[in-house]
T-cell receptor, first 116, second 110 residues
Framework: NAGVMQNPRHLVRRRGQEARLRCSPM?????VYWYRQLPEEGLKFMVY????????ESGMPKERFSAEFPKEGPSILRIQQVVRGDSAAYFC??????????????FGNGTRLTVT | EDKVVQSPLSLVVHEGDTVTLNCSYE??????LLWYKQEKKAPTFLFML????IEKKSGRLSSILDKKELFSILNITATQTGDSAIYLC??????????FGQGTTLQVKP
């Protein structure tokens, strides 16, 4: 049973380019969460999605960031016109039901984005 | 605003020592508190606590929750170098998402 799969593991982008981060949840999980981790900091919530729906995007910057979780395929976190401050590790997590109800969130290995 | 605060932020001990990591929280609605261990990559799940006073144990690690005083502790006994990691505390405020603390970086020296 594969865990949460994220790709790419490392992504380098120049300022102004677009970054696309992918996340395939664990089999049977329909709830996906994206978190961002800056050096020396904890995980900051960005967005919570179910299939085809954004449930909570209160942690997403208002501009340049978007997320989707289509009916088929992985969840995508998209960052347009990246800036140096976007450099961070982006983690995806999935769960069977929303939140920790009955089961904890399971995390992927993250995508480390570097903006040059 | 929901908040989770961990202390200390970093800790250096020697193998064999016992450590206690702290996590305090403020949430409007509480569902559970979770502990994760993060080494180089994915945070891995350790414990989920929902009830006060019931200790969860796994080998040398244990954790307990106090819902009245709004905190939890994670204990590690007879520490080993392999315990070196960032320990993350998170709270589910019944909103469907986890709120994380800053983490405690533990370094265990041989």
């Amino acid at each position: 049973n594969a865990g949460v799969m994220q790709n790419p593991r490392h992504l380098v982008r120049r300022r102004g380019q677009e970054a696309r981060l992918r996340c395939s949840p664990m089999k049977g999980h329909s709830h996906v969460y994206w978190y961002r981790q800056l050096p020396e900091e904890g995980l900051k919530f960005m967005v919570y999605l179910q299939k085809e729906n954004i449930i909570d995007e209160s942690g997403m910057p208002k501009e340049r960031f978007s997320a989707e979780f289509p009916k088929e395929g992985p969840s995508i976190l998209r960052i347009q016109q990246v800036v140096r401050g976007d450099s961070a590790a982006y983690f995806c997590a999935s769960s069977v039901q929303g939140g920790s109800y009955n089961s904890p969130l399971h995390f992927g290995n993250g995508t480390r984005l570097t903006v040059t | 605003e929901d908040k989770v605060v961990q202390s200390p932020l970093s800790l250096v001990v020697h193998e064999g020592d016992t450590v206690t990591l702290n996590c305090s929280y403020e949430v409007t609605n509480f569902r559970s508190l979770l502990w994760y261990k993060q080494e180089k990559k994915a945070p891995t799940f350790l414990f989920m606590l929902t009830s006060s006073g019931i200790e969860k144990k796994s080998g040398r690690l244990s954790s307990i929750l106090d819902k009245k005083e709004l905190f939890s502790i994670l204990n590690i006994t007879a520490t080993q170098t392999g315990d070196s990691a960032i320990y993350l505390c998170a709270v589910d405020g019944n909103t469907g998402k986890l709120i994380f603390g800053q983490g405690t970086t533990l370094q265990v020296k041989p």
